[in-house]
Nanobody, 127 residues
Framework: QVQLVESGGGLVQAGVSLRLSCAAS????????MGWFRQAPGKEREFVAA????????FYGDSVKGRFTISRDVAKNTVYLQMNNLKPEDTAVYYC????????????????????WGQGTQVTVSS
């Protein structure tokens, strides 16, 4: 079992960058597909990005392509989400998640495929 703790959220102005971190403990990240999701008030949880177990493949939601980058540091057992050119519509609680069962990329966008979740970190982007 893996435990996930997100950090790095905050209140920022539109156009700036922010980097979220997800520190894992209990098991190494290379055992999991790692994903980032977000949820704004009154909206469903939305897929943001995922990185394969090998770290060789990354996937992004359409709304963040070209602005966000997911990466990981195996030595630190940490996954990152670099968010550039933030927009007010990026405001949400961001969650880190680990998927131990579904390794095909077609499952990456589905939050039901992830069995471990962090507590979330709030990102608020003002205009």
């Amino acid at each position: 079992q893996v435990q996930l703790v997100e950090s790095g959220g905050g209140l920022v102005q539109a156009g700036v960058s922010l980097r979220l971190s997800c520190a894992a403990s209990g098991r190494t990240l290379s055992n999991y597909v790692m994903g980032w999701f977000r949820q704004a008030p009154g909206k469903e949880r939305e897929f943001v990005a995922a990185i394969s177990r090998s770290g060789g493949s990354t996937f992004y939601g359409d709304s963040v392509k070209g602005r966000f980058t997911i990466s990981r540091d195996v030595a630190k057992n940490t996954v990152y989400l670099q968010m550039n050119n933030l927009k007010p519509e990026d405001t949400a609680v961001y969650y880190c998640a680990a998927n131990s069962r579904y390794y095909s990329s077609r499952h990456y966008v589905a939050h039901a495929a992830y069995d471990y979740w962090g507590q979330g970190t709030q990102v608020t982007v003002s205009s």
